[in-house]
């Protein structure tokens, strides 16, 4: 009988004490600091649209302006990013921080108007949400809201004379993560998300084509872009190090 009623005593100890036990185990405690750097990989379909000004021009014909917005251009496209993290937890389970990252988008040079590069710098604030499951695998889901500016450059005497386009616009990122520490303070990072950024009227830049200017036509329809809008939605992944203060 005294056997049998030592033992909820003895459980009822092993509980007490296995709650401080697990808060010490856990990979993500409050007031951490995680720095996390590394190389990622992007696959995204894009849209395309143009709000543009034809000018039917030359020696001997004139016509009116006319301005016309066509839309529907659509193109997959990769990218390398070179992302840098911070985050600071603020309690056992949420953690918030900020991302820095260069993004370089791969384009064809025979697509989007002779491209020769489009590059990104994002800025984002971070809120993640830490599962603590073990001692060395800490899960956790990521949430990135962001700014994003962009630049975009043409090969020279490209479609139009066009030379580039620059602007900003908003991003948005939600994602899974996993840091695998093989030390109490440094571990390895995987991540995977998905991304959509949103360029509003990106403003062109041009530059005179001088064969254009000494071999004029007669007869020539020009034509300007006004503004570009780029819509970008797709997945991130990569890897990387993080290391824990």
Same mark, same amino acid.
């Given at each position: 009988?005294?056997?049998?009623?030592l033992v909820p005593s003895l459980l009822t100890v092993f509980l007490l004490s296995a709650v401080p036990m697990l808060s010490q185990n856990q990979?993500?405690?409050?007031?951490?600091?995680?720095?996390?750097?590394?190389?990622g990989f992007g696959n995204y379909s894009t849209n395309l649209q143009?709000?543009?000004?034809?000018?039917?021009?030359g020696q001997f014909n004139a016509g009116p302006l006319s301005a016309i917005s066509s839309g529907g251009a659509t193109e997959p496209m990769g990218s390398i990013i070179i992302p840098l993290k911070?985050?600071?937890?603020?309690?056992?389970?949420f953690g918030v921080? =900020?991302?820095? %990252?260069? @993004?370089?988008?791969?384009?064809?040079? #025979?697509?989007?108007?002779n491209t020769s590069s489009i590059r990104s710098r994002d800025f984002g604030v971070r809120i993640?949400?830490?599962?603590?499951?073990?001692?060395?695998?800490?899960?956790?889901?990521?949430?990135?809201?962001?700014?994003?500016?962009?630049?975009?450059?043409?090969?020279?005497?490209?479609?139009?004379?066009?030379?580039?386009?620059?602007?900003?616009?908003?991003? =948005?990122?939600? %994602?899974? @993560?996993d840091r695998f520490y093989f030390t #109490?303070?440094?571990?390895?990072?995987?991540?995977?998300?998905?991304?959509?950024?949103?360029?509003?009227k990106l403003t062109p830049t041009y530059t005179p084509n001088p064969q254009a200017q000494t071999n004029?036509?007669?007869?020539?329809?020009?034509?300007?872009?006004?503004?570009?809008?780029?819509?970008?939605?797709g997945i991130n992944f990569g890897t990387g190090i993080a290391v824990k203060f």
């Open positions: 009988m005294k056997t049998i009623k990979p993500f405690h409050k007031g951490n600091w995680i720095v996390e750097a590394g190389i143009t709000q543009t000004t034809f000018i039917n021009s911070i985050e600071y937890a603020i309690s056992d389970r921080g =900020l991302k820095f %990252g260069q @993004n370089n988008f791969l384009v064809n040079k #025979d697509d989007f108007y993640n949400f830490h599962f603590n499951t073990n001692e060395e695998n800490d899960v956790f889901i990521e949430l990135i809201l962001g700014s994003s500016n962009i630049k975009w450059f043409y090969n020279d005497y490209s479609y139009n004379n066009l030379s580039s386009l620059k602007g900003r616009g908003d991003y =948005l990122s939600l %994602g899974f @993560n #109490d303070h440094i571990g390895l990072l995987l991540y995977f998300s998905i991304t959509r950024y949103y360029y509003q004029p036509s007669f007869t020539n329809q020009q034509t300007t872009i006004d503004y570009i809008n780029f819509d970008v939605i």
